[in-house]
């Protein structure tokens, strides 16, 4: 199983970005899946989630309003779409992968089983 992210980079306040996120090796529409970030000296934390048919998703919020989680199970990719972006949003960000029959919130990071690699976002002021 590989989820392979993408799409990060450095970007000035109030910019955009689109992260992407590849699935291999794994049934993709039998997973939800969720995007946490880890700030340098901070813990991981979730920013948003979506169900495995892609029609509920759940945000931070820290990011609720600025930040839209959609999936294309025919393609096996997860996007974020970061808009009106803070310095305070520059970290790592990671896609995971958890079994659709979890059940509870998607904020807890021990129910996911496959993550990514991590993609850089840095926001400057």
């Known amino acids: 199983v590989q989820l392979q992210a993408s799409g990060g980079g450095l970007v000035q306040a109030g910019g955009s970005l689109r992260l992407s996120c590849a699935a291999s090796?794994?049934?993709?529409?039998?997973?939800?899946m969720g995007w946490f970030r880890q700030a340098p000296g901070k813990e991981r934390e979730w920013e948003a989630g979506v169900n495995w048919r892609g029609d509920r998703t759940y945000y931070a919020d820290s990011v609720k309003g600025r930040f839209t989680i959609s999936r294309d199970n025919a393609k096996n990719t997860l996007y974020l779409q970061m808009n009106s972006l803070k310095p305070e949003d520059t970290a790592v960000y990671y896609c995971?992968?958890?079994?659709?029959?979890?059940?509870?919130?998607?904020?807890?990071?021990?129910?996911?089983?496959?993550w990514g690699q991590g993609t850089q976002v840095t926001v400057s002021s």
């Open positions: 090796g794994l049934t993709f529409s039998r997973y939800d």
């Open positions: 995971a992968a958890r079994d659709s029959g979890q059940s509870g919130s998607y904020n807890n990071p021990r129910d996911y089983i496959y």
